[in-house]
């Protein structure tokens, strides 16, 4: 029997903290693209949840703390950190500790254009283009652009301007509305509503000790293995120095390993 490559690629998604089918996330490409922001049933097609990075080579997770209400450690450690630096005026602590701080990440179901045979997938995007979707909902000009009969198509401009460290995103509504499902049939379009696919499975939740023994390898080794550390390490114990390229992860790099920019 050969091997179930559909199996490793679960695997493998677990590893990397996805906890999910990576085809489920839509990840933009430079240039110009045409999507759709697609209705939930509860309402709010933008979800916001809540990740640590640059804890070693271990892509972003979520915060037990802020998404779940469980005790955090990177939290705690962060927090700590930061009162250190605070108190002994020390400014590469007080970096270090903002890089373990809990960050934003958002979320949307879509459909996009010119790939409507892909399904509706998900879109995570930052701040930025957060704060611009919800002006545009909130404008009576536009109203809920998500709306399947009423709604508008959004052109998508992304990509990194010259001197940026960082890709861009900027979103521009379409002068008319566009039918959602235009070249569907009613019962098209009510099975296509129904694949969004669910973003709570689509992450591992990690438990509080799990994302101890991840801190706990990042603080004595530098690696995030939890196999590689011996059972007397201890918790937060170990060096506190870390490289210039762990220090420098960024937001959307984490994300664009994860596959789910």
Request: aromatic share 10%; with cysteine; proline share 6%.
């Amino acid at each position: 029997m050969g091997i179930n490559l559909d199996r490793m690629r679960e695997k493998l998604a677990t590893l990397k903290g996805t906890g999910g089918d990576r085809d489920s996330f839509w990840r933009p490409e430079d240039g110009n693209q045409d999507i759709r922001i697609v209705p939930t049933p509860d309402g709010d097609p933008f979800k916001e949840k809540w990740f640590h990075y640059n804890l070693g080579n271990t892509p972003g997770f979520l915060c037990p703390k802020r998404n779940y209400s469980d005790e955090c450690p990177v939290c705690e450690f962060a927090s700590k950190l930061w009162r250190d630096g605070v108190e002994n005026n020390d400014d590469e602590s007080k970096k270090l500790a903002k890089s373990f701080f809990v960050r934003p990440r958002f979320f949307s179901p879509v459909m996009v254009r010119g790939e409507e045979d892909k399904g509706i997938r998900i879109w995570g995007y930052g701040k930025m283009a957060y704060e611009s979707l919800l002006g545009l909902v909130l404008n009576p000009e536009y109203g809920d652009i998500t709306d399947p009969e009423t709604g508008t198509d959004l052109t998508m401009t992304y990509g990194k301007p010259a001197g940026a460290s960082f890709p861009q995103t900027k979103l521009v509504p379409r002068r008319r509305s566009t039918e959602l499902c235009e070249d569907m049939t009613a019962e098209s379009c009510a099975e296509l509503l129904e694949s969004i696919p669910e973003l709570d499975t689509l992450f591992e939740r990690k438990t509080s000790e799990d994302v101890a023994t991840l801190l706990d390898a990042f603080m004595s080794t530098g690696v995030t293995d939890p196999e590689a550390v011996s059972s007397e390490t201890e918790k937060f114990g170990g060096s506190t120095t870390t490289n210039e390229n762990e220090e420098t992860n960024a937001v959307d790099a984490a994300f664009a390993e994860l596959g789910a920019l």
